[in-house]
């Protein structure tokens, strides 16, 4: 359903000359492209268009580069704005103040406020050496300040006793105490899920913030929210006044529209991502990956720029000529390889895509590496022309004979063959789709259930 | 508060936006290109998402376009065409007692309020008099095994239940072997919170799906999926994924309280036709009722039933 904008645009653009300044008429054109991949990417509708105005001033004049088509241009434009919009700048928690600082979760039901007060509990416990307290406020939901327990003993962090019956003022007011005399750095405050439009929990979450002073509160919401994003945070940010946001669920397949409809509508930075279920899944909020994942296509744009210096453009398009016709030698996969290394290797070129850390686990499942890939460039250069031409005629006798010239062993000249089947297949899956680009067909050419979810297809 | 103005005093206040830009757009005048962009938009900002949008302006279009319509017109025509599309799948759940007993699996993302669900059907089914047993199959997240025990004592429905990090398949085993032996009417089996695009949680879910099976080849008779309806258009993804892998048979939406309201679902009707069982509006045992594709196609739109 969500093809690439990258693709989109490369068919708004058909037919473009590739030189000179953007045209006023193309960049409209584009930006309806980008409208849509917006819209179905969940930004909220009035971020959208105040977005594309933006970025339709910055584009109508801009110099297309050398080696980079007009729709590529157009996507870069679109990128960085999305990555200033999105905030660039890395801020942490504000700890400022006499001890204890009190840190407040808020946000809709269900949206991870607790997992979440316990993941930045254990953070500030590690990493920043911390003395943290966490005291649930929930008086609502069932279980809830049980979970919070028992997440504290998880995370082996103290959590605040229980006192069946106290309400939620109350309760802040206790732990503050507490954390005062028990000479505590930080106090987490986890509190009940609400709606927004709900008149009197907001009184009361706005009546907690007034007795614990907080120096963050931080709206908990899930990543995968839609439209209504933009009430949701309007409303907390105008009750009660926001700090920061947390995004929650991003290990799903979400493409996270709301961050920026948060991020926009309450200027306020988005602090930390929720990666996971499990304590340790909490991340540093990352604008230029957050964008990337927004516009469908992984980190394209830092692809392109590395790949526009280093690959000479008419060895790319005679390649994809050729993977057109479903042709794939290994002298085409010798070329890949040497490509990959080029642009970082198989390391850097993850880095370049969403869900990166899940990847490398696979990459490293995989066993593939860039010494590896050192190793079948070695493989296929010691091997003769016919062979490299077609593969078929290599039997037992030169499988030994090239594995004894490349230092490898016949298992790996095996693995590579293999490879090498699987990589003509999938490039004849490229050709029937049609669409042609090297950026494609690199992307194709991981091996399978290597690709992100809305990676770069 | 009835539920319907309870409903309605939630879509009410997203509607307010939806309704301002259209009254804004179309008092009194013609609808003319502009003025169909702005419907459009008015509909992507409830999520029906931009191909549904699209899609049902067009329609609009067709049969008033350059017309002088005013603004009641306009809302009633789209809310009938959304009714008609939400009409088929707008089913209850129907529990059939001579399974001895129905077994209802309970899925959906984290958070989207399957616990809950269950709490509130076990209150529904036992208020008519069945006899409901719950298993608390969400051995993983903390405190869970306690918060469906506490739906339990509430609804006075019994708990079958195991320690916190137990084999999910194996509970649900045990509690239909103990759902039979106490000649319970229906058993909801609660899950815990899985995002689709986890392979290793999915299989997981499809083991729970086999091992009922063993027991009793026709269940579970019912896989619902929970869905959130402050959801965007994510919403496809987990139906297509859920359905896929444990054969949903239905959908619940909840906290339609909210201002969002799940206009996704327009299009999900459309795609997967999946029956909307109930829908949830608030967080009390009594919160959840029956979805009424007139009712919520009308407050959708900013219309009195
Ligand atoms: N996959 C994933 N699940 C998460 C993440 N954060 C929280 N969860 C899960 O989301 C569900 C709800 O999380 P909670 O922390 O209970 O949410 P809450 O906001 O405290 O909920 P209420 O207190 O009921 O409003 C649980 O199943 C969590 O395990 C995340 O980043 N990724
Ligand atoms: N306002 C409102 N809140 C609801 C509704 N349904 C559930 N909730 C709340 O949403 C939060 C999450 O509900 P749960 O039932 O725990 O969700 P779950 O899907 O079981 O969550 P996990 O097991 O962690 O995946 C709780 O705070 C519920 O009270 C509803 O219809 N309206
Ligand atoms: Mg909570
Ligand atoms: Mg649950």
């Known amino acids: ?457 | 508060m009835s539920w319907f103005q309870k409903l309605k005093s939630g879509l009410s206040k997203s509607s307010t936006k939806i309704v301002s830009s259209i009254s804004s757009v179309i008092t009194k005048r013609k609808l003319d290109d502009e003025a169909l962009e702005e419907l459009e938009e008015a509909l992507i900002a409830a999520d029906l998402g931009p191909v549904t949008a699209a899609k049902l302006t067009a329609s609009l279009a067709k049969s008033r376009f350059d017309k002088e319509v005013t603004d009641e017109e306009v809302r009633g025509a789209l809310a009938e065409d959304i009714a008609i599309i939400l009409d088929p799948v707008a089913k209850p759940l129907e529990i059939d007692r001579s399974k001895g007993p129905h077994v209802v699996l309970v899925v959906g993302v984290n958070g989207s309020g399957k616990t809950t669900t269950i709490g509130k059907m076990a209150q529904h089914y036992s208020a008519q008099g069945l006899k409901v047993m719950l298993a608390a199959g969400d051995t993983f997240r903390a405190a869970a095994v306690e918060q469906l025990k506490i739906w339990g004592d509430r609804t006075g429905c019994k708990v079958v239940a195991r320690e916190t990090g137990a084999d999910a398949a194996g509970l649900a085993y045990d509690a239909i072997e103990s759902a039979r032996a106490e000649g319970a009417d229906l058993l909801l089996i609660d899950t815990a919170g899985r995002l689709h695009n986890k392979k290793d949680l999915m299989a997981e879910l499809e083991k729970v799906v086999r091992v009922i099976a063993k027991l009793d080849a026709s269940a579970p008779h019912n896989t619902l999926l929970v869905l959130d309806a402050t959801v965007g258009q994510n919403a496809h993804s987990q139906v297509e994924t859920f359905q896929s892998i444990v054969n949903v048979s239905g959908l619940v939406v909840t906290k339609l309280d909210g201002t969002a309201k799940g206009g996704v679902l327009v299009a999900l009707a459309e795609k997967f036709g999946l029956p909307v069982h109930a829908i949830g509006v608030g967080e009390t045992a009594d919160d959840l009722k029956p979805f009424e594709a007139d009712a919520y196609a009308k407050s959708l739109m900013g219309l009195a039933d």
Do not use: Y
Request: proline share 4%; hydrophobic share 45%.
């Open chain 1, 1 to 457: 359903m969500f093809d690439s904008l990258t693709s989109r645009l490369g068919s708004v653009f058909e037919g473009l000359k590739r030189r000179g300044a953007l045209k006023e008429a193309d960049v409209k054109e584009a930006m309806r492209e980008v409208r849509l991949a917006l819209l179905e990417a969940d930004v909220a509708l009035p971020v959208v268009k105040s977005f594309i105005k933006t970025v339709t001033d910055k584009a109508v004049g801009a110099e297309v580069l050398k080696s980079v088509t007009p729709g590529q241009q157009v996507v870069k434009i679109v990128n960085d704005a999305l990555v200033e919009m999105l905030g660039s700048e890395n801020t942490g928690l504000n700890l400022l103040g006499e001890p204890p600082v009190a840190i407040m979760m808020v946000g809709l039901q269900g949206s991870g406020k607790t997992t979440s007060t316990a993941k930045i509990a254990k953070r500030l416990t590690e990493k920043e050496r911390k003395k943290v307290m966490m005291a649930s406020l929930d008086v609502a939901r069932p279980a809830a300040q049980e979970q919070l327990a028992v997440l504290g003993e998880q995370v082996e962090v103290k959590t605040l006793p229980i006192v069946p019956g106290q309400q939620p003022v109350d309760i802040a007011k206790r732990a503050m105490q507490a954390a005062r005399l028990g000479g505590f750095d930080v106090v987490m405050l986890d509190t009940a899920g609400r709606l927004h439009i709900d008149d009197s929990l907001m009184d009361e979450v706005a009546a907690v913030k007034a007795a614990a002073g907080p120096s963050e509160t931080i709206l908990v919401a899930d990543a995968m929210t839609g439209q209504d994003a933009v009430t949701v945070a309007d409303s907390f940010h105008k009750r009660i006044g926001l700090s920061g946001i947390m995004l929650t669920r991003i290990d799903g397949d979400a493409r996270g529209g709301a961050a920026l409809s948060m991020r926009q509508v309450t200027d306020c930075p988005i602090k930390f991502l929720g990666t996971g279920e499990k304590m340790d899944e909490l991340e540093e909020f990352h604008a230029d990956r957050i964008a990337g994942r927004i516009l469908g296509m992984g980190d394209v744009v830092s692809l392109v720029e590395k790949a526009a210096e280093t690959i000479e453009q008419e060895e790319a398009e005679a390649l994809a000529k050729k993977m057109q016709k479903g042709e794939f030698d290994l002298d085409d996969m010798a070329k890949q390889l040497k490509q990959m290394r080029k642009m970082g290797g198989m390391e850097g070129l993850m880095g370049m895509l969403p869900g990166v850390g899940k990847m490398k686990q696979q990459m490293a499942g995989a066993n593939i590496d860039d010494k590896m890939i050192l190793r079948q460039e070695a493989i296929i250069s010691s091997m003769t022309k016919k062979e490299r031409q077609n593969p078929k005629v290599i039997h037992a006798s030169r499988k030994k004979r090239i594995a004894a010239g490349s230092g490898t062993s016949v298992q790996d000249v095996n693995k590579l063959l293999k490879q090498h089947l699987m990589m003509s297949k999938m490039m004849k899956k490229v050709s029937k789709l049609g669409k042609k680009g090297f950026m494609r067909s690199l992307g194709n050419m991981m091996p399978p259930n290597m690709m992100p979810p809305g990676g770069m297809r």
